[in-house]
């Protein structure tokens, strides 16, 4: 099993807390080309749903979403935002608690929800399918949990996203981490998938690229991504210098991006 898969990793080292999350999203708050940023975009989509929708996000990590779009989320939502990790969960609270909403939290496995039967006008999964082990399992909880007519948001990369970044990632763990795990749900295979659950299932895509200007961001990202037991930091080191070269001789370093959402109505 990839740790990318691997419960317990994921609880307890790669997303015990927000921090790896964290510099992550930095590398694209910071350097995406598009001005019309991704969750601003993501949430244009969700915000179809009714006035009164009951709405459960899967994967919530430190609650991004809402965060960012705090002052869009229209007041007659009940939302429950949801995470394998409890740091995640706790990051969340911490991001969201100063809005002045409320939000319920859970700890919850996608792959077996705690909810009846037809609970929830909108289920949202953001960049997280991919990590599940038994993907057929939690679409068939997703679309049990789902009224019917409800709405289920994906959001994943295309199998080139950031193919640059995941090269790199490649040579400074010794090993394909991050490309094998996000295969098995792209924009490019996942409509196959959720169609088996779905009758309704689209797609559309978010267009953007990342333009670094700074090294020190692109190594915080790498080191967040390879688990610390397989990093190679000789590697690293002559990575590194490479990309310092870069820098130097043509101002930046460009990363492609190819990232969008499914829709699936049950």
């Known amino acids: 099993m990839s740790k990318f898969t691997d419960q317990h990793y994921l609880k307890t080292d790669q997303y015990k807390d927000s921090s790896n999350l964290d510099a992550r999203v930095e590398l694209h708050k910071r350097f995406s080309t598009n001005p019309y940023g991704w969750l601003t975009w993501v949430f244009d989509r969700i915000l179809k749903l009714p006035a009164n929708a009951k709405i459960l996000e899967l994967g919530c990590g430190p609650g991004y979403l809402w965060k960012e779009n705090a002052s869009r989320v229209p007041s007659g939502w009940d939302i429950t935002l949801s995470d394998l990790s409890p740091g995640m969960l706790d990051a969340a609270w911490r991001n969201l608690v100063v809005t002045g909403r409320t939000y319920k939290f859970k700890e919850i496995d996608a792959q077996n929800i705690p909810f009846e039967d037809e609970t929830f006008d909108a289920v949202i999964a953001n960049h997280m399918l991919y990590h599940v082990p038994d993907k057929q399992k939690a679409l068939g909880e997703i679309r049990r949990v789902l009224k019917t007519g409800g709405r289920f948001f994906a959001?994943?990369?295309?199998?080139?996203?950031?193919?640059?970044?995941?090269?790199?990632?490649?040579?400074?763990?010794?090993?394909?981490?991050?490309?094998?795990?996000?295969?098995?749900?792209?924009?490019?295979?996942?409509?196959?998938?959720?169609?088996s659950f779905f009758s309704q299932v689209t797609v559309s895509g978010y267009?953007?690229?990342?333009?670094?200007?700074?090294?020190?961001?692109?190594?915080?990202?790498?080191?967040?991504?390879?688990?610390?037991?397989?990093?190679?930091?000789?590697k690293l080191e002559k990575l590194k210098l490479e990309l310092q070269d870069t820098l130097n001789h043509k101002g930046k370093i460009l990363i492609s991006k190819n990232s969008g959402l499914f829709e699936a109505i049950k």
């Not at 953007?208 to 397989?230: C, K």
């Open 207 to 234: 267009e953007d690229d990342l333009h670094v200007t700074e090294l020190e961001p692109l190594l915080a990202y790498i080191r967040s991504a390879v688990p610390a037991s397989n990093l190679r930091e000789d």
């Open 155 to 195: 959001t994943t990369v295309g199998e080139k996203h950031m193919q640059e970044m995941n090269d790199w990632l490649d040579v400074a763990g010794g090993g394909h981490y991050v490309s094998t795990v996000v295969n098995s749900f792209l924009l490019e295979n996942g409509m196959k998938l959720l169609k």
